[in-house]
Nanobody, 126 residues
Framework: QVQLLESGGGLVQAGGSLRLSCAASGRADSNNVMGWFRQAPGKEREFVAAISRGGGNTRYADSVEGRFTISRDNAKNTVYLQMNSLKPEDTAVYYC???????????????????WGQGTQVTVSS
């Protein structure tokens, strides 16, 4: 099993920045592709970003490309999401997710991930 714990959410004004962290424990290690998703009230959970096992490859949703950066520190079993130029439409609960060991591709599908954190709220005021 893999346990994921997000932190770093909060309230920020439009144009501001936040950095989310996701600490992995259990069987999680540097061999899992990791992703960030978000879910706004009344909407489906959507893909935000993903990062490869070694951190050399990343993938982003069009809506966050150029504003958000995903990274990882495998020595700390932690994945980060740096969010800049935040907009009110970025308001959502943000979830960290991990793919199972055997799956190396950077999936953007919710069903492509096997392990999920509890989420952290990000609110961007206008």
């Amino acid at each position: 099993q893999v346990q994921l714990l997000e932190s770093g959410g909060g309230l920020v004004q439009a144009g501001g920045s936040l950095r989310l962290s996701c600490a992995a424990s259990g069987r999680a290690d540097s061999n899992n592709v990791m992703g960030w998703f978000r879910q706004a009230p009344g909407k489906e959970r959507e893909f935000v970003a993903a990062i490869s096992r070694g951190g050399g490859n990343t993938r982003y949703a069009d809506s966050v490309e150029g504003r958000f950066t995903i990274s990882r520190d495998n020595a700390k079993n932690t994945v980060y999401l740096q969010m800049n130029s935040l907009k009110p439409e970025d308001t959502a609960v943000y979830y960290c997710a991990a793919r199972s060991f055997a799956l190396p591709t950077l999936s953007s599908r919710v069903t492509g991930y096997d392990y999920w954190g509890q989420g952290t709220q990000v609110t961007v005021s206008s």
